[in-house]
Antibody, heavy 119, light 107 residues
């Protein structure tokens, strides 16, 4: 059974940093590209970042470019999101999601981890 | 950046109704469109990919169509489990954008 389990969320002050993790199991993690998607409370979905299976290709949404860094460790079956210079508007549930195939959609999602940016 | 406009924002329907949700892109995205269903407090679930391909395990009452800039998600006969929020998602030029969502409510 495919499982994606996020962790690392919490309360952080504006300007602070947080590192999210996503532990993958039930599939060959190193064969799939991965994504982070977020959802602010009561709002819609927003794609945040993409990383290819080998980490050779990375993309970011303009809203996080220069502040967030996506990475992965295929030996540990783990995906990460380093978030720096956090703003109030970064408050959201953050999901990790696995590509079905590049470009076409995400067929597995984690349960999400809540990040709250507030003083 | 490509904008995705979903309509309607809210839809009231009864069990057994045929339901259609539309997603329009601000420029052509070929067939790079997916549809998701999300229930409160849960992660989204992939229903349709590449505009019209049904994801494995998704009931056949769900179907997708369209290409270029206009796309539709159709539920042929609405079931109690289908009351949820639906999102389209497009891919273009190394970015992905979701529509604002359509909430399907019980009439």
């Amino acid at each position: 059974e495919v499982q994606l389990v996020e962790s690392g969320g919490g309360l952080v002050q504006p300007g602070g940093s947080l590192r999210l993790s996503c532990a993958a199991s039930g599939f060959t993690f190193s064969s799939y590209s991965m994504n982070w998607v977020r959802q602010a409370p009561g709002k819609g979905l927003e794609w945040v970042s993409y990383i290819s299976s080998s980490s050779s290709t990375i993309y970011y949404a303009d809203s996080v470019k220069g502040r967030f860094t996506i990475s992965r460790d295929n030996a540990k079956n783990s995906l990460y999101l380093q978030m720096n210079s956090l703003r109030d508007e970064d408050t959201a549930v953050y999901y990790c999601a696995r590509d079905l195939v590049f470009r076409v959609g995400y067929n597995y999602w984690g349960q999400g981890t809540l990040v709250t940016v507030s003083s | 950046d490509i904008q995705m406009t979903q309509s309607p924002s809210t839809l009231s329907a009864s069990v057994g109704d045929r339901v259609t949700i539309t997603c329009r892109a601000s420029q052509s995205i070929s067939s790079w469109l997916a549809w998701y269903q999300q229930k409160p407090g849960k992660a989204p679930k992939l229903l349709i990919y590449k505009a019209s391909s049904l994801e494995s395990g998704v009931p056949s009452r769900f179907s997708g169509s369209g290409s270029g800039t206009e796309f539709t998600l159709t539920i042929s006969s609405l079931q109690p489990d289908d009351f949820a929020t639906y999102y389209c998602q497009q891919y273009n030029s190394y970015t992905w954008t979701f529509g604002q969502g359509t909430k399907v409510e019980i009439k």
